[in-house]
């Protein structure tokens, strides 16, 4: 909790991301998605039959999947992304009480201290990101089996099939959460939240940013 | 309201940049752990796949509401199709036509095919992709029967089987198609053939992984060469033996 004396302003806006980190966000959510979907439609019996084309399909998919890395490389040219990915990166004291709390499944905000982005979303980052890399590399021994021993595609088929499932459902996770925060989703879309949710939800990163931000 | 605050100017204060430098960096490690296991997982998948489709295929047998059969390898056939869509046929509309380098050639009904011998064979089905679904009963007439009473010419050497999906083509030697273990399945797993299996006809090419086994099978015609099928244009074997072709080292079907 800030110890905040200045009322006024309590509908203020405050920057939360910059227009790199958004982008970033909005082509890997869109590849990721593609991916997604034509997964299904090769994988669930009952999509596959209503869809079949299954050679485009299967293009569709590679060359999403291909792409999938390319946006958060790319936004590596922006400082403010790059300062998001340290803000990712790196975990402070608080951010072993919130993963403690959730773990106690603790919901009281007093508990959950988090800075920029809470323990939560630092965790996921990291496991998707090193997620969607397993699934590149699999997915590329699969689509070019003459690179690799043919023992490897059998291997590579059986992680990027267990793995896929598992990335549905931390996926629909992180969809979950964000349709349950409208004001999480307005960051994300617009780059300002409210100063009161920021405040509420991200108390060490508000308490440290400069006091001017209005 | 400021929304044009710049980035990361040196006015954030000591405290924020803190907040990024300091700590320790838990998301590189979880994100190189996350590559490590992944890369574990492919060294040992071979050990870990038997262990779980054994578990999978027990656990689908008990399981009512047929939701393993969506985990990866959950002991179920998995439905590809390479067309659009696929035109159903059934008793009335559904016909096999058997022409080429043969004396007779001649079309069979569904009733026509039901009235010929029928052989039953019970034998695992490999897909080339790795799944493994045990002991399978395929029952039908023996494609050997078919050509023999079309009469096969001299210097026919192959047989080119076309489906009523439009796309897909297959073909095997003469002397394969000859092979016992080999049939126009009009029953799986003691059920008519359903349309998702390549109903109501399809060819069973037991030992063989299992793209040489057309669904939907319309045509049945005989040549002197073997022309590649479908999936072999695109880089499979056209001599597609199981465990012995395409790479693979899977325990032969028949």
Not at chain 1, 73 to 97: E, I, K, Q, T, W
Not at chain 2, 206 to 212: I, L, Q, T
Request: aromatic share 8%.
């Amino acid at each position: 909790m800030s110890l905040r004396v200045d009322t006024p302003g309590r509908t203020a806006s405050v920057r939360r991301f910059g227009p790199a980190t958004r982008w970033v966000h909005r082509t890997t959510a869109v590849l990721m998605g593609v991916c997604v979907v034509t997964a299904a439609c090769l994988y669930v019996p009952q999509l596959a039959e209503l869809v079949g084309r299954r050679e485009l399909v299967v293009r569709v998919h590679e060359w999403a999947g291909l792409a999938l890395p390319v946006p958060v490389l790319a936004g590596l040219v922006s400082r403010a992304f790059r300062a998001d990915l340290g803000f990712l990166n790196r975990f402070g004291p608080h951010d072993r009480v919130w993963l403690r709390a959730a773990l106690r499944r603790d919901k009281r905000r007093s508990s959950r201290p988090a800075g920029k982005f809470n323990a939560g979303q630092k965790i996921y980052a990291a496991w998707i990101a090193g997620a969607t890399l397993v699934m590149l590399g699999t997915g590329l021994i699969m689509w070019f089996t003459h690179l690799t021993p043919l023992v490897w595609r059998t291997s590579a088929t059986f992680v990027h099939d267990w793995l896929a499932l598992t990335i549905g459902i931390v996926l629909a996770g992180h969809i979950g959460m964000a349709l349950g925060d409208p004001e999480a989703r307005r960051g994300m879309r617009t780059g300002e939240v409210s100063r009161e949710w920021a405040e509420r939800e991200h108390s060490v990163w508000r308490r440290s940013a400069p006091r001017e931000e209005r | 309201m400021n929304p044009e605050q710049p980035e990361a100017p040196e006015a954030r204060g000591e405290d924020h940049g803190a907040e990024q430098k300091q700590g320790k960096p838990v998301g590189r490690r979880v994100f190189l752990g996350t590559l490590g296991l992944g890369a574990l997982g492919v060294v040992t998948a071979p050990t870990l796949q038997r262990g779980l489709e054994s578990f999978l295929a027990s656990a689908s047998d008990k399981d009512p509401t047929g939701l393993t059969d969506l985990l990866p390898n959950g002991g179920g056939f998995r439905y590809y199709s390479v067309a659009s869509s696929v035109p159903r046929k059934n008793a009335t509309t559904y016909r096999l036509k058997v022409d080429g380098l043969v004396d007779h050639p001649r079309t069979y009904t569904l009733a026509e095919l039901r009235a010929l011998p029928q052989n039953r064979l019970v034998r695992d089905v490999q897909c080339v992709t790795g799944w493994r679904v045990p002991g399978t009963p395929f029952e039908g007439v023996r494609l050997s029967r078919l050509l023999d009473a079309a009469g096969v010419r001299q210097g026919a050497g192959a047989v080119r089987f076309t489906c009523f999906d439009g796309t897909y083509t297959e073909s095997l030697t003469l002397d394969q198609a000859r092979r016992a273990d080999v049939l126009v399945a009009l029953r799986m797993q003691d059920k008519a053939l359903s349309h998702a299996h390549g109903g109501p006809a399809r060819l069973y090419v037991a030992p063989m992984y299992f793209y040489k086994s057309a669904k939907w099978l319309s045509g049945i015609t005989v040549t002197e060469d073997v022309k590649p099928g479908y999936w072999e244009e695109r880089g499979y074997d056209v001599d597609a033996w199981v465990g012995r072709s395409n790479g693979r080292d899977d325990e032969p079907t028949s």
